[in-house]
């Protein structure tokens, strides 16, 4: 079967994805067009039967999304795993990453001392290199560990086991900085602690109004303003 290398590939252990399916598809094209097995129409049905088959693997994908299973390679601190649900906590991996969730949810380490800490620990990335700052704080950021997850711009709840908490994730993130506190602008006015309302004799307050307005108002006698 000179199709044979178009069958559904597992690249270490994981289901390829469609990107992957299309580079297969080209370096196996290649070899069988270098042996001279490859021409015309063979080209056409081959070009046909891939796009076909990446379109299946993108549904195949959202179906398991749909259904709470996680569709594609496991995150780190995750293990792929054949069933419905996609992946299981690794459990050397898994347990180090929730660690420094906890760690860093106490507000009392940087991202650069807990990278230093996952490396001592032994924490890898997908590639089994050690853990680098930035990719520990793209992690941390990663709603996939609170069973969470996006996949084709739709959020989906999966039904996987999670590492950590929603709460514990939203302590994180305002902890380290990803979402910092709405900003508050004040302005110094003038007359505000000199004026005096007409009515009640009670201080005025000062107000903007569209940018460069200055307003004084009275608290006190239904929202008087001056």
């Known amino acids: 079967n000179q199709l044979g290398f178009l ?9 390829a994805s469609p990107a992957i399916y299309r580079r297969l598809f080209l370096a196996g ?7 001279g097995n ?5 080209v056409l049905m081959a ?9 299946e693997v993108k549904k195949g994908m959202h179906e398991k999304a749909k259904e709470g299973g996680w569709p594609s390679c496991a995150p780190v601190g995750y293990q792929n795993i054949k069933g419905p649900l996609g992946i299981a906590p690794d459990p050397e991996q898994g347990p180090i990453l929730a660690q420094l969730f906890t760690l860093a949810a106490t507000g009392n380490y940087s991202l650069k001392r807990l990278a230093k800490i996952g490396r001592d620990m032994g924490l890898c990335g997908r590639y089994g290199r050690p853990i680098q700052q930035a990719t520990l704080a793209r992690m941390l950021q990663h709603t996939a560990y609170t069973g969470e997850f996006t996949w084709g711009g739709i959020i989906y709840r999966g039904k996987y086991e999670p590492l950590i908490t929603r709460d514990l ?25 000199l004026l005096r309302c007409a009515g009640c004799t009670g201080l005025l307050s000062g ?20």
């Open 7 to 15: 069958k559904p590939q597992y690249v270490h252990g994981r289901l």
């Open 29 to 35: 094209y290649n070899g069988l067009r270098a042996s």
């Open 38 to 42: 490859f021409s015309g129409m063979r």
């Open 47 to 55: 070009e046909h039967y891939v796009e076909n088959l990446s379109e």
């Open 169 to 193: 994730f939203e302590t994180v993130q305002h902890a380290l900085g990803f979402r910092s506190k709405p900003k508050t602008h004040t302005h110094d006015f003038t007359f505000t602690g």
């Open 207 to 226: 107000d903007l109004k569209k940018g460069k307005y200055t307003y004084y108002f009275c608290t006190g006698c239904t929202q008087r303003m001056y």
